[in-house]
């Protein structure tokens, strides 16, 4: 009696003791399970940069552009920033409305293919290379300023001293440069594919972060007048076009408002001008002694 009442006891404990040991497995599984869930589980809101203000295509990104308001994590755009930090002293590379999120994809460089044209302007295309194109470094929102060199090829009539006749065909230099127009406003670029290796990868830019001088071209495609874009055109035909980089804080006031600048007058260039002007020397002819007669 005595030893059947010990295996009745031995059971119990034995029992009592696995159910102990359940017991904490549970509770340990569960509180594990929830700070998992705690640590993994994102906020609901986040801390969101949007466009306190209209911000136009170009212009620098100032403290009184931007704010932040929290929004639901689903709701926030790839890309969107969350400091203010991350945003002031960027060019916009699009135009961001009031109250938009504020992203990477505003500010980077784009294909070219979306190009935003402004109203009352006409998108025009002009093709460049590293030299006469700021080193194919000009992007989305820039200023530029076009330079022509005008070189005809045909024969203009001219006047020696007091004559009244023309004289035709005359030897002279043709070419006139002038800066023709001032603050044109690049709405898209367009470039090659970078050129690729045998195994099809992009070859990585230079660590040394160097250019490599293979007269690169670069398609810009400029906001112009109807007017600007027949000056265009002429240039195109009949000459060659080089495009100046202009600075960003020359089209925006002291809030950040855009702004048309005054242009600037200049005369343009021809070999006369360089000479009288400048200080250039005008080709002299080389006299050749003619040859002493034989005594």
């Not at 159910?19 to 801390?47: H, K, R, Y």
């Not at 080193?135 to 045909?154: C, R």
């Not at 021809?270 to 002694?289: H, Q």
Request: aromatic share 4%; net charge negative.
């Amino acid at each position: 009696m005595k030893r059947s009442n010990r295996l009745v006891l031995l059971i119990g404990v034995f029992l009592a003791a696995l159910a102990f040991v359940f017991v904490i497995i549970l509770l340990s599984g569960g509180s594990s399970g929830s700070g998992t869930a705690g640590q993994s589980a994102a906020p609901a809101e986040i801390e969101t940069v949007v466009a306190a203000r209209d911000i136009p295509l170009g212009v620098t990104v100032t403290a009184a552009m931007v704010a932040t308001e929290k929004q639901p994590a689903d709701a926030r755009v790839p890309g969107a920033y969350a400091a203010v930090s991350q945003v002031i002293g960027q060019t916009a590379r699009a135009s961001i409305a009031k109250g938009q999120q504020l992203s990477t994809a505003q500010f980077v460089v784009g294909s070219g293919v979306n190009v935003e044209c402004p109203a009352g302007f006409t998108c025009m295309s002009v093709q460049v290379d590293q030299v006469s194109g700021v080193g194919t470094l000009i992007k989305t929102g820039d200023y530029v300023d076009l330079i022509a060199q005008i070189s005809p090829t045909f024969p203009i009539n001219y006047f020696v001293g007091n004559a009244t006749t023309p004289t035709t065909g005359a030897l002279y230099d043709p070419t006139s440069v002038k800066m023709l127009l001032q603050g044109l406003q690049v709405v898209g670029t367009l470039l090659p594919a970078p050129p690729t290796t045998q195994t099809g990868a992009a070859t990585p830019a230079p660590d040394s972060g160097g250019t490599t001088l293979n007269g690169q071209q670069e398609i810009v495609i400029l906001a112009v007048t109807n007017q600007q874009a027949e000056v265009i055109r002429f240039a195109q035909v009949d000459g060659n076009i080089t495009l100046a980089l202009r600075s960003p804080k020359d089209f925006v006031d002291a809030q950040g408002n855009p702004i048309v600048p005054e242009t600037t007058a200049t005369t343009g260039l021809v070999l006369k001008t360089m000479v009288d002007n400048w200080g250039v020397l005008p080709p002299a002819p080389i006299v050749v002694p003619a040859p002493s007669p034989l005594p």
